[in-house]
Nanobody, 121 residues
Framework: QVQLVESGGGLVQPGGSLRLSCAAS????????MGWYRQAPGKQRELVAV???????RYGDSVKGRFTISRDNAKNTVHLQMNSLKPEDTAVYYC???????????????WGQGTQVTVSS
């Protein structure tokens, strides 16, 4: 099995910063893609940022220029640096990892339990 544990959420004022982290553990041969998604009340889950093992990244339009995703392949961790936060960034943020568990298995997506980010004065 594979577990994803997120940390770093909380309450921050508009314009502030937060850094989210996600650590993957368990039966892992390789992690292809790691990323962050978010879901606000009454809305669909949306892409925040993803990063593949080679380092290429993709961001949601609403966070470009404000958020930065990075990963440590040796530690199976991914981070999301969030700057210039806005009230509309308020959501539960979920970590996702597409994991290959053995050399002969297909990639499979795993999700973390989510961490709340609230941007409010």
């Amino acid at each position: 099995q594979v577990q994803l544990v997120e940390s770093g959420g909380g309450l921050v004022q508009p314009g502030g910063s937060l850094r989210l982290s996600c650590a993957a553990s368990g039966s892992i041969f390789r992690i292809n893609t790691m990323g962050w998604y978010r879901q606000a009340p009454g809305k669909q889950r949306e892409l925040v940022a993803v990063i593949i093992s080679g380092g290429s990244t993709r961001y949601g339009d609403s966070v470009k220029g404000r958020f930065t995703i990075s990963r440590d392949n040796a530690k199976n961790t991914v981070h999301l640096q969030m700057n210039s936060l806005k009230p509309e960034d308020t959501a539960v943020y979920y970590c996702k990892a597409v994991v290959v568990r053995t050399p002969t298995t297909f990639p499979y997506p795993y999700w973390g339990q989510g961490t709340q980010v609230t941007v409010s004065s």
